[in-house]
């Protein structure tokens, strides 16, 4: 019963290329989160999706950043262009229906744009 | 913002302490959750206590929510090395609004 699986664990890239972060829900959920943390600080929301569809995205960026969560496979948040200030922690958490479950999160992506 | 704030932001403690952390919230909430990160890992769901309960347990952690003052607080009883971790509420106010985090309380429990 594997849990909310992200990939890859460390991602470095120079300014100026992409970066795709990955996140496979735990079984049985269908909702999916990102969220952006810098050090010492709190957790940021960044997007909400279920299959094939964006929920709410008010946290992206509006440029260069993108998310998708298609029917197969895992959901991916895209980092166009990578600049300094990107690098962070990006973690990805699942939930399943209704109001009254937590969510589970993965162990994070950490980016580090040199 | 319906962004949380715990309180304190930092708290060191001795093994066997109690630890209480506090949060604060700005509108009204359909539930209340807390979770813990242990440094350099993701978070782990702690405990939901949803908006028409008062208190609840889950083995040394007790949760309180109090909807008239918008705050909610986190206690650990016989802390233990362990426990050291940040200390995170996070709210569910409505219909598919995700959950909005604060910025956690770090405990230290020195043994």
């Known amino acids: 019963n594997a849990g909310v699986m992200q990939n890859p664990r460390h991602l470095v890239r120079r300014r100026g290329q992409e970066a795709r972060l990955r996140c496979s829900p735990m079984k049985g959920h269908s909702h999916v989160y990102w969220y952006r943390q810098l050090p010492e600080e709190g957790l940021k929301f960044m997007v909400y999706?279920?299959?094939?569809?964006?929920?709410?995205e008010s946290g992206m960026p509006k440029e260069r950043f993108s998310a998708e969560f298609p029917k197969e496979g895992p959901s991916i948040l895209r980092i166009q262009q990578v600049v300094r200030g990107d690098s962070a922690a990006y973690f990805c958490?699942?939930?399943?229906?209704?109001?009254?479950?937590?969510?589970?999160f993965g162990s994070g992506t950490r980016l580090t744009v040199v | 913002s319906q962004q949380g704030e715990e309180d304190p932001q930092a708290l060191s403690i001795q093994e066997g302490e109690n630890a209480t952390m506090n949060c604060s919230y700005k509108t009204s909430i359909n539930n209340l959750q807390w979770y813990r990160q242990n440094s350099g890992r993701g978070l782990v769901h702690l405990i939901l206590i949803r908006s028409n309960e008062r208190e609840k347990h889950s083995g040394r952690l007790r949760v309180t929510l109090d909807t008239s003052k918008k705050s909610s607080s986190l206690l650990i009883t016989a802390s233990r090395a362990a426990d050291t971790a940040s200390y995170f509420c996070?709210?569910?106010?409505?219909?598919?609004?995700?959950?909005?985090f604060g910025k956690g309380t770090r405990l230290s429990v020195i043994a």
């Open positions: 958490a699942s939930s399943r229906t209704g109001v009254d479950y937590g969510y589970t």
């Open positions: 996070a709210t569910f106010h409505s219909g598919n609004t995700p959950l909005v």
């Open positions: 999706l279920q299959k094939e569809n964006i929920i709410d």
